[in-house]
């Protein structure tokens, strides 16, 4: 089974705090997805990558930049955090082709900042 | 912004009845529609999927709908159950691997 992992389930930061969400994929996935989740809006895209150090802006990338050293893990970083980062973090992954419409989630990090 | 609208917002049916959720895309330019379902504290999952040129596609209880001319498709959900009660996505894929998401809808299947 496909396993993408992210490091912490729930977080607490202060305002203007850096916060680094950290992503494993362990299937050798090509593409690599952060999305973040609020209610009534569904999940917007704010990076993804199909490529080792590769990115492009999604939706929603203001605010946020992304890393990915290595074909596994994708890092998400929010450089100052505010309160309207407050929210649930997905981060995805799934191969590269015809079938990259599956995409594999992890359990999701919440987030708030205070 | 590419947009994927999805209704109704929040759904409650009756065990053993049809849940339906609609969504209407606004660009041609998808290949594939995917329907996502979360669980409370997971993340979602692919529940069934169709391409633009079929009309309807069933796996099990479930049947997505698919009207081409009219940028809509729909998931049906045959003799629902409280094991069904989840939140459930529409998506739109574009080619070169990124998914538009619907709003989402929250099912409550009542025992």
């Known amino acids: 089974d496909v396993k993408v992992t992210q490091s912490s389930r729930y977080l607490v930061k202060r305002t203007g705090e850096k916060v680094f969400l950290e992503c494993v994929q362990d299937m050798d996935h090509e593409n690599m997805f952060w999305y973040r989740q609020d209610p009534g809006l569904g999940l917007r895209l704010i990076y993804f990558s199909y490529d080792v150090k590769m990115k492009e802006k999604g939706d929603i990338p203001e605010g946020y930049s992304v890393s990915r050293e290595k074909k596994e893990r994708f890092s998400l970083i929010l450089e100052s955090a505010s309160t309207n980062q407050t929210s649930m973090y997905l981060c995805?992954?799934?191969?590269?082709?015809?079938?990259?419409?599956?995409?594999?989630f992890g359990p999701g990090t919440r987030l708030t900042v205070t | 912004q590419q947009q994927v609208k999805q209704s109704p917002q929040s759904l409650i049916v009756q065990k053993g009845g049809i849940s339906i959720i609609n969504c209407a895309y606004e660009?041609?330019?998808?290949?594939?529609f995917p329907w996502y379902q979360q669980f409370p504290g997971k993340g979602p999952a692919l529940l069934i999927a169709i391409r633009p040129d079929v009309s309807e596609k069933k796996e099990g209880r479930f049947t997505i709908s698919f009207n081409k001319s009219a940028k809509q498709f729909s998931l049906h959900i045959m003799d629902s159950q409280p094991g069904d009660s989840a939140t459930y996505f529409c998506?739109?894929?574009?080619?070169?691997?990124?998914?538009?998401f619907g709003q989402g809808t929250e099912l409550s299947v009542k025992p």
């Open positions: 660009n041609t330019a998808f290949d594939y």
């Open positions: 998506a739109a894929y574009k080619p070169g691997g990124k998914l538009i």
């Open positions: 995805a992954s799934s191969l590269s082709g015809v079938s990259s419409y599956e995409q594999y």
